[in-house]
């Protein structure tokens, strides 16, 4: 069956994964070359990822890739958005978009920009919409990150962003039709690197909508001070980011001194975490706090429960500053040379680049978490080949500083051999470390 399944899937995916030629109509712009065909979602699908992401009369409303202009419409029109705009390469398309709109009577709220969706600025965006592909969703979420407002909704058609999971997902049943690609990699089903496509495509099931909230920058060491039954204590939190998932611990000290992990929840800016001692029996203490993070402070209500007394207060911790810029060396996973990894500041932005022997790979998908950051990055590989090395496959990376001390994991993930047409897949072991580079250039 699963054979089936990936034959069905390739199939359908070497249908819609042809070039597509547009015509340069009323423009005298050359043909232009897409890599993502033109299939509109269907209107159900369009209310569907509309109502997902809860668009209301605030919103403003970015279809990259707006096709006959639909969701834009059906934004501003069916939901009440402020404003919506798709942005669109086929000029055949904007002409169709701005016919659409007029015959809604909704021009003076709509826009279709003729234009690249990757190189436009959607900034303005409270709500973005997408149905391209994996590839195209992945390229595009870094700058998603950096320059969307934490809070913003992301929501896209069938294809997902990888091992940046969703916060909330709907399938919807449908004949399979429409458009489905999957990329050939042995880590289709591994949750922890970029190629992840476990959840897009099945066609018996249906069609996937997938929404994300924007998080906030939160990695880093927070400070604050909490008052339990034995007096004010310093609490120290430290914070690990990998896009929406933050994972942390966290440290009492003054007339006791208890550590333990932090569980932390976080949607755009509103984080909520919650700390309970290692080794102390449930409800002995514990720390709860709601509240929200602007910068390098963090704002809202702790409660804290010790030994039965619940006391709860307002409470305010505040994130060590930090510098991470420069050169990080370390071991690589098959330990038989160093490799490094420069950050520096580019316009106002810490830019990565990963060095080994001659070779220096921009890291075109690095996080800036404020006190910390996340990366990852395809090593070996050449574009459009699948001439392997044993150094080929995706490099992980999440850190932070501590004390001048750059700490956090270092994952690799070997690509082995590419799938077969049964869909077997031969994966090497991945190698998951601590990771303590050192700092070998101011
Ligand atoms: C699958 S369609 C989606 C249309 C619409 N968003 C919908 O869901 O009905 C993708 C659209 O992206 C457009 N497109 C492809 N590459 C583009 C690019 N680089 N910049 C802008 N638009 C692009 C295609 O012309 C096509 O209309």
Redesign the pocket.
């Known amino acids: 069956m699963k054979a089936l399944r990936t034959f069905l899937a390739i199939g359908v995916v070497v249908a819609v994964l042809e070039w597509s030629y547009?015509g340069s109509a009323g423009t005298n712009m050359p043909p232009v070359r897409?890599s993502?065909?033109?299939?509109?979602?269907r209107n159900d699908a369009v209310q569907d990822m509309l109502w997902m992401a809860n668009v209301g009369k605030d919103d403003v409303v970015y279809?990259l890739?707006?096709?006959?202009g639909?969701?834009v419409i059906a934004a501003v029109h069916d939901f009440s958005a402020r404003r919506a705009v798709g942005?669109?390469?086929?000029p055949e398309?904007i002409r169709q978009s701005r016919e659409n709109a007029q015959k809604a009577g909704v021009t003076d709220r709509v826009e279709f920009i003729h234009?690249?969706?990757?190189t436009n600025d959607f900034r303005q965006a409270s709500v973005i919409?997408l149905?391209?592909g994996h590839q195209p969703n992945i390229k595009l979420r870094t700058k998603m990150l950096s320059i969307l407002k934490p809070g913003t909704r992301i929501v896209s058609?069938q294809f997902n962003m990888g091992e940046w999971q969703p916060d909330k997902t709907q399938t919807v049943r449908t004949v399979y039709f429409g458009?489905y690609g999957t990329i050939f990699s042995p880590f289709s089903e591994n949750l922890c690197v970029p190629d992840y496509t476990g959840n897009e495509l099945d066609p018996y099931e249906g069609d996937r909508i997938f929404m994300w909230v924007v998080p906030a920058p939160v990695a880093g060491i927070w400070r604050a001070v909490v008052e339990t039954a034995q007096g004010q204590q310093n609490l120290q939190l430290t914070l690990h980011q990998r896009l929406s998932k933050v994972s942390g611990r966290f440290q009492l000290s003054g007339k006791t001194s208890l550590e333990g992990h932090a569980n932390v929840d976080l949607w755009g800016n509103h984080m909520r975490f919650w700390c309970t001692p290692a080794g102390m029996p449930y409800g002995q203490l514990e720390l709860r706090f709601d509240g929200h993070v602007h910068g390098n402070t963090m704002k809202g209500t702790l409660a804290v429960r010790d030994r039965g007394d619940l006391s709860q207060s307002q409470w305010q911790a505040q994130r060590d500053k930090v510098d991470y810029t420069g050169t990080w060396e370390w071991s690589c996973a098959t330990g038989t040379r160093s490799v490094r990894l420069r950050i520096e500041q580019h316009d106002g932005h810490l830019i990565a680049t990963y060095l080994d022997r001659d070779q220096a790979l921009p890291v075109t998908d690095f996080y800036d978490f404020g006190g910390g950051f996340y990366f990852t990055l395809l090593i070996g590989r050449k574009a459009n080949s699948v001439r392997m090395t044993e150094d080929t496959g995706w490099l992980i990376g999440k850190g932070l500083l501590e004390n001048g001390q750059l700490k956090g994991t270092i994952e690799f993930y070997p690509y082995g051999d590419m799938p077969d047409m049964a869909g077997e897949r031969k994966t090497s072991q991945a190698v998951i470390r601590d990771w303590a580079p050192r700092l070998i250039k101011p």
């Not at 890739?65 to 006959?68: L, N, P, V």
């Not at 942005?87 to 086929?90: F, K, R, S, T």
């Not at 234009?115 to 990757?118: A, E, I, N, P, T």
């Open positions: 547009v897409l993502i065909p033109y299939v509109v979602s279809d890739g707006s096709g006959d639909r969701i942005i669109e390469m086929a398309r234009g690249d969706l990757f919409t149905f391209l058609h458009m």
